[in-house]
């Protein structure tokens, strides 16, 4: 039987580029001449075995990599992208996208790219039509959720501790005994155990990105965008990928999401939840939270970690039988757009909605890096510790304008007496009056009022000012 001839012409180009080499340098380093590279580069000369074998050695290229032939992956998305009635007459049959997925399989992800966010503008756009429908705004439509708010919602419903991934983190932080250097560690593991190395790139070498993983050259890049306690957490996220991807996988199958992407995007949640464990692992961090009253200023040092860090991992302690303070957070920029909202056992929307402008949150950005502490008052009653502080995001140029959130981490009134903030106030201290959101507050004379309540009409009088264009009966 004759043997089958293997073209991968495409593929040894993206290696090569991917390693930085020009032709003459490649073929050097493959022992062939550069004008016989170049033939094999344009499919006109098909790969021996030697020759196979020869990259595989020199740039640790997966053999089944060049012999599969179809990228079924790329080819099985391209598929699904034809078959929307806008692009089905466009193609006789496939095998145009069998090549495409082959010769330039960047490209292809480039279309599949390009068509979720079609898809995407779609889904706002249905939203949109519906809510100019009604009359008057409304706090929401019934429209098709994007897949990034299904994610956001189910893990802002659910508890916010995953008891498999803490395990399998606190596990791998000792096999890693990093002392004091969890970045030089986490290095020498990849190193040693994947042949991984690690390199810090300048802003113009990754203008998009904060990581990229390389597999052609076995080298993880960071931005120099990021922060120190950013470099350590990206590069514990790929760690954590490699060491304990399968309890992070098998954590996403219990999700039922509707969508691929939102799948792609409840993994990357995981993972970034492994890190946290990995960099402050469950034991040592519970113990010291306690030790310094969950002082997060004092937690970020001692774990060499940033204020956002930590307070996040505060809304993580709830292991049975070495629970922590039930902290919740919440993310914002100054324009009010929410990021992220967390809870130890799941953010409490209902008690304490998160959408009044009175709260800590708002007025850190006028005091940047300040930390604000202030005791609330629900409109039913209930209280709870607030504490608020800016953010600094990535690193940016002159040019550039820096992006700034502010970040809100919260519990009952009643664990007060446990945090060094809840200390500080004590019992004759003010209370904010806060309500849920405007349009679901019913305080009366409230300054800060932006929009009027859903509950109840409008009191308008013209003989009568009050405090807001929004007085209701």
């Not at 030697?50 to 050695?57: A, H, M």
């Not at 991807?245 to 039922?256: C, L, V, Y």
């Not at 992407?261 to 995981?270: N, S, T």
């Amino acid at each position: 039987m004759a043997e089958n001839k293997i073209f991968a012409g495409p593929r040894i180009r993206r290696i090569r580029n991917g390693l930085g080499l020009t032709q003459t340098a490649m073929a050097e380093e493959l022992g062939i001449s550069p004008s016989y590279l170049n033939l094999i580069e344009r499919n006109q000369r098909p790969l021996t075995v030697q020759l196979l074998l020869k990259l595989s050695e020199t740039y640790q290229v997966d053999l089944a990599d060049l012999q599969g032939g179809r990228q079924e992956g790329v080819f099985s998305e391209l598929k699904a992208i034809f078959s929307d009635p806008l692009l089905s007459g466009e193609l006789p049959g496939d095998q145009e996208l069998v090549e495409l997925a082959d010769a330039a399989p960047n490209a292809a992800a480039g279309v599949s790219k390009l068509y979720r966010a079609y898809r995407e503008q779609q889904a706002r756009l249905t939203d949109l039509s519906q809510l100019l429908a009604r009359e008057g705004r409304m706090l929401g439509s019934a429209g098709a959720r994007l897949p990034i708010d299904e994610v956001h919602e189910v893990f802002e419903m659910r508890p916010n501790f995953f008891a498999a991934i803490e395990t399998a983190a606190e596990a791998l932080h000792q096999a890693l005994a990093p002392g004091d250097d969890l970045f030089g560690a986490m290095r020498v593991w990849l190193r040693k155990q994947h042949d991984v190395s690690v390199r810090v790139l300048p802003l113009q070498a990754m203008p998009l990105w904060r990581r990229r993983f390389d597999r052609h050259s076995r080298r993880l890049f960071l931005s120099e965008r990021l922060s120190t306690a950013d470099r350590i957490r990206e590069t514990a996220m790929e760690v954590c990928q490699l060491a304990i991807g399968a309890e992070t996988d098998a954590e996403s199958r219990t999700f039922t999401f509707a969508t691929d992407e939102a799948r792609r995007l409840a993994r990357f949640e995981l993972l970034r939840y492994a890190a946290h464990a990995l960099m402050m692992p469950y034991t040592a961090f519970q113990a010291a939270a306690e030790r310094a009253a969950y002082d997060v200023d004092v937690l970020k040092s001692r774990f060499q970690v940033s204020f956002e860090h930590a307070a996040n991992r505060l809304t993580m302690l709830q292991r049975q039988g070495a629970p922590g303070v039930p902290f919740f957070m919440l993310e914002v920029d100054n324009a009010g757009n929410r990021f992220r909202r967390a809870g130890a056992r799941g953010f409490p929307l209902q008690r304490f909605g998160g959408g009044c402008p009175k709260l800590p949150i708002h007025a850190a950005f006028a005091q940047p890096g300040q930390i604000i502490v202030e005791r609330a008052e629900m409109p039913d009653g209930a209280e709870f510790l607030l504490i608020a502080r800016t953010l600094e995001g990535l690193g940016a140029g002159f040019e550039e304008r820096p992006r700034r959130t502010a970040i809100l981490i919260g519990c009952d009134i009643g664990f007060s007496d446990d945090t060094v903030y809840g200390r500080h106030l004590g019992e004759k201290s003010t209370v904010l009056k806060i309500g849920p959101a405007c349009r679901l507050c019913e305080r009366q004379g409230c300054l800060a009022r932006a929009e009027p309540p859903l509950t109840r009409p409008l009191g308008l009088d013209e003989m009568v000012t009050g405090l807001s264009a929004f007085d209701f009966q």
